[in-house]
């Protein structure tokens, strides 16, 4: 790959991993702690929303995090060919 395919590419790699990261901050940290108790108010299950945010919540988004940067990733490989 070229210099600048090179840094596009990366560009583009730390951009998303930085917009993930930020999306699993706020559903863990802001969802799950600092909007608990308004969360809270609301119930899903008989389960409060914010204590379902703090146990679950961060887990299922963790996964479905991964699995969308694994298919971005692979689209990605194929747009600069560096795939397998």
Known sequence: MKKEH???YWSYNISLMLKLLVIWFVVSFVCG???V???NQ???GGYK???W???QGS???FVVLVFYYAKKMAALDREFGVDE
């Open 6 to 8: 090179e840094s596009a």
């Open 33 to 35: 702690i600092l909007l």
């Open 37 to 39: 108790d308004v969360l």
């Open 42 to 44: 609301v119930q899903i």
């Open 49 to 51: 929303l914010g204590f």
């Open 53 to 55: 945010f703090a146990q």
């Open 59 to 61: 887990m299922y988004t």
